[in-house]
């Protein structure tokens, strides 16, 4: 898997969790939603772009899409007809008897588990009524098999034109859908119901501005329009690749919130794919090499700690990030009282009260001996229980609800990323902060620490549920610690 499909994937599982109360706040609030008969079959259009966009890009054969086809017909289907079919099949040959009520009722299970409509729905944020489930599946059911086939078509290598979209209808304007709503505004309502992580916020901000700009109404755009939109998107500053991780989710979370809500009419970017070009990787590892670990923490050495906040941020996150892998925010968000001296050692506790934390639960890291040696608690006691790398005092811009901001702890990581790039490491394919994650457990494992500890000491999940149940103490992470080396250099 290349970095970016985990970066888009581990996107869209995470809005997926954040938004899924929101969704369930909708439904509540505003109950299920019915469908007309020609509703349910556009939607039943938007399942079956779905269901080929999600498919298309499988490593099936079309002998597989045409055994499941097969099956729908005469495993499924075919042992439902009716006794006055069987006695004159000539009377019926279009098999119209699949449209009867029982043969409905019977195979509706069966269609819905195969064409994961469960999965489509959450998808594009929608709670059906009964009758609405029952009319839709109804519709999936008269477009299954040709699903498959258009799917056994693509393994075959046959990207002729696919007419089958145009027997679908219009979705019909729905009253309840606000008029005239634009994309901000979709979006401020959806942060204030979801209350997201700020780092989501800002990240997503910049894409509904954008949609702004070229959508004066979002209540009811089409998918050849948020396809269009999209593909226009890609450029010489905005790769592909950061179209389909961060735009498309955004969008596809938020549109789906939207039409949950019953504020907008339709959420068409589940349907859209955007094709992301293989980078060739040229460097062996993502951790930092011998030489460009001398270049950050020597240049790093060479900075005073008592000028300003960016030159304490140069001279100690580097190192502090060096001999625990933790993410580069979560040291510089560090104040004066995270640092504790238990049982004749030192630790940072890296706290969601301090500011973001990814898995949002606290953890405390161990300080190697060569951090102290070099008098990091003489710099944390002039801190005087402040932060000890911005200023505490929010700034007028970052008070009140005036929509995301990064924060100063934020501003100063990526200050600390742009030094190190102004130092010479400018590789595209390391980070300038995240690389000491990689360089970390690399070395970690190279002097035999448990990776039980290192993966506690950044802050991984266990990789199994047995490991869980042995998480070992800050304690156990000091002790394990005393095997990792000072870093040495001339």
């Not at 999965?119 to 498959?148: C, I, K, M, R, W």
């Not at 075959?156 to 505004?185: C, L, N």
């Amino acid at each position: 898997m290349s970095a970016h499909e985990a970066r888009a994937r581990y996107g869209e599982w995470l809005a997926d969790i954040e938004t899924r109360i929101g969704s369930l706040r909708a439904a509540k609030k505003n109950g299920p939603r019915p469908l007309t008969r020609q509703n349910a079959y556009a939607l039943a259009g938007r399942w079956y772009a779905w269901f080929i966009a999600k498919h298309e890009q499988d490593h099936r054969t079309a002998a597989h899409w045409r055994t499941l086809g097969e099956t729908l017909v005469w495993e499924v289907i075919r042992p439902n007809a009716p006794d006055e079919y069987e006695e004159r099949p000539g009377d019926d040959p279009q098999w119209d008897w699949q449209a009867n009520p029982e043969v409905r009722e019977e195979v509706r299970p069966a269609i819905a588990l195969e064409a994961q409509t469960s999965a489509f729905l959450l998808d594009q944020g929608l709670t059906l009524t009964p009758d609405a489930t029952n009319l839709f599946v109804d519709a999936v059911s008269d477009n299954l098999l040709a699903a498959f086939q258009r799917l056994e078509a693509l393994a075959r290598g046959d990207y002729s034109t696919d007419k089958h979209p145009q027997v679908f209808p219009q979705f019909e304007q729905q009253v309840s859908a606000t008029p005239g709503m634009k994309a901000t505004e979709l979006f401020d309502a959806w942060r204030k119901a979801v209350q997201p992580a700020e780092g989501t916020v800002y990240r997503w901000a910049t894409v509904f501005k954008e949609a702004d700009r070229h959508f004066p109404d979002v209540s009811n755009i089409s998918y050849d329009q948020a396809k269009a939109w999209m593909n226009g998107l890609i450029s010489e500053e905005r790769s592909a690749g950061t179209v389909a991780a961060v735009w498309r989710t955004a969008l596809k979370t938020v549109f789906g919130w939207g039409v949950a809500e019953k504020l907008i009419g339709s959420n068409p970017f589940p349907e859209v794919r955007i094709s992301v070009p293989r980078k060739n990787i040229e460097r062996e590892t993502k951790a930092f090499d011998g030489a460009e670990i001398n270049t950050i923490l020597s240049a790093a050495l060479r900075c005073s700690d008592t000028k300003s906040f960016r030159e304490r941020a140069f001279r100690w996150v580097p190192w502090i990030c060096a001999y625990t892998g933790a993410r580069a925010g979560e040291i510089t968000q560090l104040r004066a009282t995270d640092i504790q001296h238990r049982n004749d050692a030192y630790f940072a506790r890296l706290t969601p009260s301090a500011g973001k934390i990814k898995t949002r639960k606290a953890r405390t890291v161990p300080l190697h001996e060569h951090l102290i040696a070099q008098g990091l608690l003489e710099f944390v006691e002039r801190a005087k229980g402040h932060p000890l790398f911005y200023e505490g005092r929010r700034s007028p811009e970052e008070k009140g609800d005036r929509g995301p901001r990064q924060s100063a702890a934020e501003r100063m990581r990526s200050q600390v990323g742009m030094w190190v790039r102004s130092l010479g490491i400018a590789d595209p394919e390391i980070s300038p902060n995240h690389a000491w994650r990689h360089t970390f457990k690399a070395m970690a494992a190279r002097v035999g620490i448990d990776e039980r500890y290192s993966d506690a000491i950044t802050g991984h999940a266990p990789a199994s549920t047995g490991r869980a149940y042995t998480t070992p103490t800050p304690e156990d992470l000091a002790e394990a610690l005393t095997k990792f080396p000072r870093y040495e250099f001339d």
